[in-house]
């Protein structure tokens, strides 16, 4: 099994930064890609970015520009640096992980959620 813990979330006013943290633990053979995504009050879960083994990156439009994934493979660890907040980016954020839990299987998880709310 593979936990997925989040951190960094809360409230900031727009304009503001916020850094999402989210580390693995349990048991696997490696990490491969790592992802953030999003579930905003009434509305589905949709991705915000992402990044492979290979440090490639991909960010929805929305945050282009703003937003910056990044990870530490020592640590196991997918960071979201969130710069110029606005309340359209108010939302629960999910850490989304793929690993491989033995050398022919991989498995894709879930964190439980930080939530971030941007509001004056």
């Known amino acids: 099994q593979v936990q997925l813990v989040e951190s960094g979330g809360g409230l900031v006013q727009p304009g503001e930064s916020l850094r999402l943290s989210c580390a693995a633990s349990g048991s696997f053979v490696s990490i491969n890609d790592m992802a953030w995504y999003r579930q905003a009050p009434g509305k589905e879960r949709e991705p915000v970015a992402r990044i492979s083994n290979g440090d490639s990156t991909t960010y929805v439009d929305s945050v282009k520009g703003r937003f910056t994934i990044s990870r530490d493979n020592a640590k196991n660890t997918v960071y979201l640096q969130m710069n110029s907040l606005k309340p359209e980016d108010t939302a629960v954020y999910y850490c989304?992980?793929?690993?491989?839990?033995?050398?022919?299987?991989?498995?894709?998880?879930w964190g439980q959620g930080t939530r971030v709310t941007v509001s004056s």
């Open positions: 989304n992980a793929e690993a491989w839990i033995s050398t022919f299987r991989r498995v894709r998880y």
